[in-house]
Nanobody, 116 residues
Framework: QVRLVESGGGLVQPGGSLRLSCAAS????????MTWARQAPGNILEWVSH????????YVKESVKGRFTVSRDNAKNALYLQMNNLKPEETAVYFC?????????RGQGTQVTVSP
């Protein structure tokens, strides 16, 4: 079955950086769109970024453009999200999601806390 395991979250000061990773198994990763989504306390799941199987035209939401970069390594069945210049309002649990958008299978998430 689909298994997605996120890692790399933690506590970081405003302006800091983190690199999230997602280890995928149980499906043909190289053929799948993948999405990063996040959920802050009391909020709904929010799409952040997605990437095609071939990594052509990776897409991030407008508010993170220039700061977040999504990438993947199909040989390693791995998805990444490099996050720079993080802001306190980006504190959330970040999820790796199979497919395009936030409705597919996802992992347990990794907590990102941006605080002084």
């Amino acid at each position: 079955q689909v298994r997605l395991v996120e890692s790399g979250g933690g506590l970081v000061q405003p302006g800091g950086s983190l690199r999230l990773s997602c280890a995928a198994s149980g499906f043909t990763f190289e053929n799948s769109f993948m999405t990063w989504a996040r959920q802050a306390p009391g909020n709904i799941l929010e799409w952040v970024s997605h990437i095609s199987p071939s990594s052509i035209n990776p897409y991030v939401k407008e508010s993170v453009k220039g700061r977040f970069t999504v990438s993947r390594d199909n040989a390693k069945n791995a998805l990444y999200l490099q996050m720079n210049n993080l802001k306190p309002e980006e504190t959330a649990v970040y999820f790796c999601v199979k497919g395009l958008g936030g409705g597919g299978e996802r992992g347990q998430g990794t907590q990102v806390t941006v605080s002084p």
